[in-house]
Each structure stands twice: as structure tokens, then as C-alpha cells.
């Protein structure tokens, strides 16, 4: 058997979940460090070893903040939603993140899904009808989400804590709680109401889902640990709210009431369903999901940013576990059938930005889209997966985000891969066959170097270290550049069939090492595959489709997707070989290197954007300040 067929028959389904960026403006840097890029390397890496992943994400669209922009902006908060979706998953797809759905939670599909896990959890007794006291802004009579109010921890008394959690201690929080509360949107006090709300039950799951937990191996040890820890004390949720943008609660009484809705964190984490129910609708065989969600077998991985960690191994196994009836009252699953928790939630710290910590709101941010329109789309993600916030938090530097470019990717890599093809253009213009009587131990060495480079590169990609699959992935590069520098290829002349056999086996270890490279910097891969003779599609990247709603025609959006499966056009996580007589162009630079000056020009032009940004913030406080004086 063929190590190719091998690895198919061993195939897994894996679910690749990526978090749901939230519609209410474009993502930055520190966004798709946390959730974008290391999803991706990783689903990538997943197919090439010959798994059926499903990668699904989409744009999160519901909740007071898209509602407080909305009408910042003059807008509706349909009309803000349609508008950012657009806009992020046009980044997200220039980025290369090969979603097989990316789609957005305004969809009526999102509803019925979320409508019918609500119901079976609330007939498993998970879900309960009680009351809150609930925070109101008192110029406009809405209720204001947990996370726009700050205050001082009850706890630790440290300034600053959210209303749902404090980042100093880790401790969730109630709004009511916090010392000197006041609403990030315009400073004012909110005032508490007694109002009457479904409740997901937590205490009731608590002891399942801490049994769970205690099952997982091979976490991040903060992540395992700061979960296990959220259940030291557990209350129940409120998952309604008194607004008017949300999915309707499916109860009589309340379904038609127009000023309640499902909270918005307990509609989009089930996101990651109705985007793999979205996309076997879209697929042509509506229960192609359910090889991801109810084989046992299958795995699941989460990717998001460390403030999301509650929410994953907490909030939405406590959301499985009552659809599947598997809490503390027990119960029966759903007609979605018993759905598998998370294999393992696998978050990132922060990234935080020349020393500061990103603020859209504060000037304080690198947009996607305005990186990509100055660099190369991957220097960017190269930079976010060997510099990022993999385990520990990382700074955003432009004086780094340059050197590593110019030091790694032009002078390192592309260096070598422009070198070795304008030797065999020079000296061929093919890839020369080979006589086994010229070939040394040297040559041998190299290439026994790079194909065991496969196992370490991709254990390291597997187990969720990335940064370091990458530093072994370039350092194999550096032995590949060491071979060419020590056997000299421009200066043999006396020998045509030595020469075949250096550049035939420097050929073939820049093919090894561009398919170690491969999923993190796919778009290059293309360019190398080509430079060395491919044809072809050698790395595929994903599309934007226009599609429309399977539910509700009328309503139309931009979709993510693509093809990626193995065999039709990605190549293996293994060595191809090169085959001698294939045409070798004159190369043309692969990575192009930035100029030093940038670094300066890129620290002027934060300065500047940072400052009209916050006069602008300044004089939109103080228009606040002026109305709620006025009323």
C-alpha cells in the first residue's frame, strides 16, 4: 500500500470551529492572531494528512453592541450587520483562511437551529423561566450588555472588570456586583430593573460537564486550568434580554414579544452547528453534518482568543450536554441526535500592539485590510505564526514584523528557492536526471534530514505547536541553504553529473521544505510549486460565492468557501518527488522585502490615526454627556 493510500484509509472526520468575529466593525491583527491564522495553519495541515475537515465559521450579528453602532451610525442594525459581514469575510478570504462555510448568524437556518436546541434543552429541565436584575441605560432604555459595563471587582478590587468577568482574577461577574459601575458607551450609571428571563441552568450541568473536562488531554495548561476553575462556583445564566435585535425565544408568549430575544452568547457558540447544518444543505446531502457532530469518532477543535474560554469549555458544552439530556436531570437528545463536545478548545493569548493593547474605539488597532493592501499576505501570516500569541501574550512590532521578513522570508527561504532555480535554468533548464554513481552521503544526508522533518513539523502542527512546527520548518531551510553553500554547485565545472546530483538534490529538499511551509504560508507555496516546474493548483485557497439564504431567498449574502480535499488538488503531508526533464523557468523573487523607512512611515501613520481617533472619541463622549444633561 502506498504511504498515500495509507494515510486516506486512516482517515478522521475533524471539525476545525473557528470564533465568530463580531459584526459591528473590520477585524484587526490581534483578532485574527487569536482565531484566524492558527485555525487555518492547522485544518490545512489536517487535509493534507488526509482527514475530512470541516472548517466553519461565520459572522457574529446579534446583541446590543451591533444595535449601540447601529445607530451611532444612522443605520439599522441589519443594514450594519450586512455591511461588516461583507467586509470581514472579504479579509478573512484575502487572508487565505480555507473555510468550507463561512457564513453569519442572521441567517434563518442559524435560527431554526437555535430555536430547536432552546426547546429540547428547556423540555430536558436546562432551561427555566425566572427573574434578573438586569442594567439599563438610562437615556435610552435599553439593556446594556455585560461586557459594556466596567467597574471594580467585588473580588480582587481590581478597576476595570467587565460586568460578566474579571481579566485580573478570572472570576465571572454579574453587573450588578461591580463597585462604581458605569457603561462603556457613554459613562453614565446604569440603573438596575427586575425583569423576567430564561435562565440556562449551569449548577445542573456543572457536574457533567467538570467530568468532561477532566477527560481532556493534551490542553494548554492555562486553558485546562482556567476552565477547570469556573466551576469553583456555578450560577445559573440568563440567556434572554429586554432588545429588540436577537432570535425570537421560541415559547408561547413570547415568541411574538418584540422586546425579547435570545442573548447573544448563547446563540452564536451554537454557530458552529447551524454552519455545519448550512453547509450540508449546501453540499447536496442535508445530513453530511452529522459525520462531525454524532460520530463519536470525530474530533473537534476550537480556536479562539483567551477571552472566549468560558464560553467554549463552559457555556457551550453546558448548551450539549442539556440537548443531549446528559445533565444532572437527564433527559433525551433532540432530533439532532446526541452532539459531541469539544475535542479541545484551543485558545491563544493576547496580542497586543507596540506595547499597548488593541482598541478599535481608541486608535490603537493594524486593520486586515489595510495590512494586505501594504504587504505581502504571507509576511503577515508568517509574522502572526512565529511571533503570535500561541501560549504566552505577544507584542506587535513594525520594527519586527520587517525583520523577520526581510532576515527570514527573502534573505532565508525565498533566497533559497530563487538560488536553486537559477542554477538548473543556468546550467539545464530542467530538473536533471540523476546518476546514482555521483550521488554522496552528503546528498543522502540532506535528504534523510528533510524527510523526517514530515514527522517532527507536522507532531508539532498536531499538538497545537505551531510557533515551534514553524521555527523547525525554516530551520531545515537553514540545512538545505548550509548543503548549498558547502557543496558550491557554481563552481563545479568538470562534472555535469555531480552538478545533476547537488542541484537534483537541492531541488528536491526546497519541494520537502515548501510542503512543510505549506499551510502556514499557502499563497507562497503556490509560487514556489510553480517556480520549480508545478502546474497547477498546489495550494488552493478559498473564494467568495453569493448566495442566498436556503430559508428566506429574498435575503442574499457573501459566503467563504472552497475546495480542498485531498486528491483533487492538495498534495500530501509527504515527500512527492521531483521528476527529472520537468522545465525550470527564470525565477522571479518570491517575497518581496519591505524598506526599513517602513518602520517609521508605519509609527507616524499609527500616531496620527491614533490621535484623530481619539479626538473623535473625545467630542462623541461629550455629545453623549451634552444629551443626557439636555434630557
Known amino acids: 500500500m502506498s504511504p498515500q493510500l495509507e494515510i486516506i484509509n486512516n482517515m478522521s472526520h475533524v471539525l476545525v470551529a473557528v470564533a465568530w468575529p463580531y459584526a459591528n466593525g473590520p ?88 430555536q430547536d436546541m432552546f426547546k429540547r434543552c428547556l423540555e430536558n429541565g436546562y432551561i427555566y423561566k425566572g427573574t434578573q436584575m438586569v442594567a439599563i441605560s438610562p437615556s435610552t432604555g435599553r439593556t446594556l450588555p455585560d461586557r459594556y459595563i466596567e467597574g471594580t471587582c467585588p473580588i480582587c478590587g481590581a478597576d476595570g472588570a467587565r460586568g460578566d468577568q474579571c481579566d485580573n482574577c478570572g472570576n465571572e461577574l454579574d453587573p450588578i456586583d461591580l463597585k462604581n459601575p458605569v457603561s462603556k458607551i457613554n459613562g453614565e450609571t446604569p440603573r438596575f430593573e427586575e425583569t423576567e428571563h430564561y ?39 440568563a440567556i434572554t434580554r429586554d432588545i429588540d435585535w436577537g432570535i425570537p425565544i421560541p415559547v408561547p408568549g413570547w415568541i411574538d414579544n418584540p422586546n425579547k430575544k435570545l ?91 507596540e506595547g499597548r493593547k488593541f482598541s478599535s474605539s481608541r486608535g490603537i488597532v493594524i486593520y486586515v485590510k489595510d495590512i494586505l493592501e501594504r504587504y505581502q499576505v504571507d509576511a503577515v501570516r508568517y509574522y502572526i505564526s512565529i511571533a503570535g500569541p500561541e501560549t504566552s501574550d505577544s507584542d506587535f512590532t513594525w520594527a519586527e514584523f520587517v525583520r523577520h521578513n526581510n532576515d527570514e522570508l527573502v534573505s532565508g527561504w525565498g533566497n533559497l528557492v530563487n538560488r536553486v532555480a537559477t542554477l538548473i535554468h543556468k546550467n539545464f533548464g530542467e530538473i536533471p536526471a540523476v546518476d546514482e554513481a555521483f550521488v554522496t552521503d552528503e546528498d543522502r544526508a540532506l535528504l534523510e534530514i528533510t524527510a523526517a522533518a514530515f514527522d517532527t513539523v507536522g507532531n508539532f502542527i498536531h499538538n497545537h505547536r505551531q510557533k515551534a512546527g514553524l521555527a523547525e520548518a525554516m530551520r531545515i531551510a537553514g540545512e538545505v541553504n548550509k548543503y548549498i553553500s558547502a557543496t558550491e554547485p557554481w563552481k563545479i565545472k568538470d562534472s555535469p553529473e555531480r552538478l545533476a546530483a547537488v542541484l537534483h538534490t537541492a531541488a528536491q529538499a526546497v519541494m520537502d521544505v515548501n510542503i512543510l511551509l505549506c499551510p502556514y504560508l499557502p499563497h507562497s507555496a503556490q509560487k514556489v510549486w510553480e517556480t520549480m516546474g508545478g502546474t497547477g493548483v498546489f495550494s ?17 449574502y457573501p459566503i467563504i468557501t472552497g475546495e480542498y480535499k485531498l486528491g483533487e488538488n492538495v498534495h500530501p503531508w509527504q515527500r512527492e518527488n521531483i521528476v527529472a526533464g520537468t522545465p525550470i523557468a527564470k525565477p522571479t523573487p518570491i517575497f518581496q522585502k519591505i524598506p526599513v523607512e517602513a518602520v517609521e512611515e508605519e509609527l507616524n501613520r499609527f500616531q496620527a490615526e491614533l490621535n484623530a481617533r481619539q479626538e473623535k472619541e473625545k467630542a462623541r463622549l461629550e455629545a453623549e454627556k451634552a444629551k443626557i444633561e439636555q434630557n
Open 27 to 114: 477585524r484587526h491583527i490581534g483578532h485574527v492572531a487569536g482565531f484566524g491564522v492558527p485555525s487555518d495553519v492547522y485544518a490545512r495541515y489536517e487535509r493534507m494528512k488526509g482527514n475530512d475537515v470541516l472548517m466553519v465559521s461565520g459572522t457574529d450579528e446579534h446583541g446590543t453592541p451591533i444595535l449601540v453602532q447601529a445607530d451611532a451610525e444612522g443605520v439599522t442594525a441589519q443594514e450594519l450587520s450586512n455591511r461588516y459581514n461583507r467586509v470581514i469575510a472579504q479579509d478573512l478570504c484575502n487572508l487565505g483562511l480555507s473555510y468550507d462555510l463561512f457564513t453569519r448568524t442572521t441567517t434563518k437556518n442559524h435560527e431554526i437551529v437555535v
Open 263 to 353: 442573548y447573544v452568547w448563547f446563540d452564536a457558540v451554537i454557530g458552529y452547528l447551524s454552519a455545519s447544518i448550512e453547509w450540508a444543505r449546501r453540499s447536496g446531502d442535508d445530513q453530511a453534518w452529522r459525520k462531525w457532530w454524532n460520530d463519536p469518532e470525530a474530533l473537534s477543535y476550537y480556536f479562539m482568543g483567551k477571552d472566549n474560554i468560558t464560553f467554549h469549555s463552559q457555556i457551550w458544552p453546558s448548551e450539549l450536554l442539556g440537548y443531549n439530556g446528559a445533565g444532572s436531570r437527564g433527559g433525551e437528545a433532540g432530533g439532532m441526535g446526541t452532539l459531541n463536545l469539544p475535542t479541545e478548545v484551543v485558545s491563544s493569548e493576547f496580542l497586543s500592539m
Open 540 to 556: 488552493p485557497l478559498p473564494h467568495i460565492e453569493e448566495v442566498a439564504d436556503l430559508d428566506n431567498p429574498d435575503f442574499t
Open 199 to 237: 435562565f440556562l441552568d449551569l449548577p445542573a450541568l456543572a457536574e457533567a460537564n467538570l467530568a468532561w473536562l477532566k477527560t481532556r488531554e493534551g490542553w494548554r495548561t492555562n486553558v485546562i486550568n482556567f476552565s477547570i476553575g469556573l466551576f469553583n462556583e456555578v450560577k445559573p445564566r
